[in-house]
């Protein structure tokens, strides 16, 4: 393997695959796809999006949407409005579809003052992720909302905006499944709600867990999920996807090797994967999962192969007897990551099977 | 604050006061320091050590000695070697006097058979941290991995490498002398093994921690601490410093308010942070201090004040009564780090109280 520092290789066909899957799915479900483009943060990526026929996207910064400007016209910005940044919002709506994410009353009077061309809200709405966003319990505020929108020209009121966070705390399907049941009841509820004063809202709901695991999604116009371009090993301990599915791996040459405890030094650590990490069953701490790179591809070695500790440019691996013996210094080895969007996020770049690099969003 | 995206303020008096207590610490115990870079990464902050009197220092990648190799010419990457890069390691060997970490003796083998220019070996000593390099009982190996050194024209053993990195499991200044004093007495054991062989060896020993709190180095020649120029809120709850030491702090926009919990959505999350946390008392996450900024610098807020959790671009701030009434969406809030190495590493660049913005390596 040609490379000589951490480098993440991006196995295109898998990610191709995955978009594939999901918007299949949303059109057989006759919902819209809205996939989150802070995973993978590239125009070159985006484009494997649009050859599948997505033409809208959401991000999660106004420099991200500005970036994907470029070659996106209808961008939600799945984050709170951020107030200081009003001049390149401005911008933003004057070039292209800008969707905002508002749930505090006092912004919409900002914006409603300050922005020169019509963007349209979507209500973020607390689904039990219990992060940020109106309770759909909260029927007064949330009408309340729908009017304040209402009363300032360039706004209008196209949605409302939830994300089920809380599915990542599931550790099988039917966990996940349960989560998104109890979901699907506050939508219901919301409908309830806001069908009469506002009957043409576009409800937008995403994370990676519900959309890949769950088969209905009732009184949802949009799937929004982001992470299933790439998955990663969080995802499989929750349970939406199998490890062959994960499409990027972090490719680390081996620095040391340690033979009492049958580990590896990698040159690869907290600043190239971040330190997200997932807890195993016997209650061990695990930061990605060992492969071993192929001429095609990479094979994923058994689970007793895994990063059992992180520090900023190491990582501890832990090897079985087989690979022990047949891994030197010098060696590159693959690790799945935990986290794929944070891991993507700090290499900046991807390299696929082929060669190519891929730059994302500086 | 003339801030509009999540900027990491450097307070630059701080910062200096912490690098003189440390030389100052040094030079009044007869060793010499050699600081880890790896915390600020920024030539210009280099150049504070410079005016200090510091004349080598330390780096974790050999893209960094590369970078730092403009300025100083006694560099040692306190990592170990990468026999990947031997190309840059033979120009960077050709330029400076390059100091290389090894614990593997075939490292060693490829160094001799490759390497051009003289560079000089560290011994990388397990003294307790277990994550990598030979335990200091092992001392046949130790030995034979000096001989082979010298069996190398271009090699020259020059010293061991020391980490105590178990001092940062740690709660207390007690806990942390307990395990600088366990460490002292492997460092004797180790003299006993070497200094008949080898008497010229330098004992290079490091970690914030020990370096802050110990009085008393016995048998050590080079202090080599990183992370003390900046500190963190994880080096508070350690026990090395106080929470008026620390000098970096993220200035994030605030973007929501949540009245049932009194927290605040910041635009600032993991990938302006990292996701590194500390656990407190009660067994409340944390992922960092709040601050309000003033016209000088910032007032550190309560304890009860803090971020209590994480995602990409999200933060989640629990605030007091008092300050919660205050603050807006729209407001700037500070966050002292949980890891200034971490945070530094992703923010790329410093902005100090005088509004200079610093560079750090790309």
Redesign the interface.
């Known amino acids: 393997m040609n ?3 951490p480098t993440l290789i991006l196995d295109k066909e898998k990610a191709i695959a995955n978009i594939r899957t999901m918007q299949t799915k949303a059109m057989n479900l006759g919902l819209s796809l809205r996939p989150h483009f ?1 995973t993978h943060q590239s125009l070159t990526i985006g484009r494997w999006f649009k050859a599948s026929g997505v033409d809208q996207i959401a991000v ?2 106004v ?1 991200m949407a500005q970036y994907f400007a470029d070659e996106w016209d209808d961008i939600t910005i799945a ?7 009003l001049d390149a919002i401005n911008q933003l709506a004057s070039k292209i579809r800008l969707n905002l994410t508002v ?2 009353v ?2 919409l009077h ?1 914006l409603g003052a300050a922005l020169l061309h019509p963007v349209s809200i979507f209500l ?1 709405i607390n689904i039990g992720n219990n ?2 966003g109106l ?1 759909p319990s909260q029927q007064e505020e949330i009408i309340q909302f729908g009017q304040v929108v209402q009363s300032y020209s360039q706004l209008t009121f196209k949605g409302v905006l939830m994300h089920a ?1 809380h599915s990542y705390s599931a550790r099988s399907q039917e966990a996940i499944l349960d989560i998104h049941q109890r979901c699907m009841q506050q939508v219901e509820w919301l409908h309830r709600c806001l069908d009469q004063d506002f009957p043409d809202l576009i409800f937008s709901y995403g994370d990676t867990p519900t959309c890949s695991v769950a088969k209905a999604f009732p009184g949802i116009h949009e799937l929004r999920p982001g992470n299933f371009v790439f998955y990663d090993m969080a995802q499989v301990q929750i349970g939406s996807c199998t490890v062959d599915q994960v499409a990027v791996a972090l490719a680390s ?1 081996v ?4 033979a ?2 049958q580990t590896v ?1 990698l ?1 690869g650590g ?2 190239h994967l ?3 990490r997932i807890t195993m069953e016997d209650g061990q701490r695990n930061f990605g999962r060992m492969v071993r790179f192929t001429s095609t591809g990479w094979d994923v070695l058994p689970p007793s192969c895994y990063l059992r ?1 992180i ?4 990582g ?1 691996a832990v090897l079985d007897n087989e690979m022990f013996k047949r891994i ?3 060696d ?1 080895l693959g690790v799945l990551p935990v986290h794929s ?2 891991t993507a ?2 290499m900046k770049s991807y390299q696929t099977d082929e060669k190519e690099i891929i730059q994302m969003m500086k």
Do not use: W
Request: aromatic letters at 6%.
């Open positions: 490379i000589s520092r802070k999660s910064s420099r984050f709170p409005t951020n107030v200081l940044e749930y505090n006092e912004v900002i973020k992060r940020a309770h966070g040459p620095v040391g090797k340690q009492d405890d030094i040159y907290g600043i971040s330190k997200d500790s520090s900023q440019e190491h501890v030197e210094v010098g590159v969007c944070m996020d700090l």
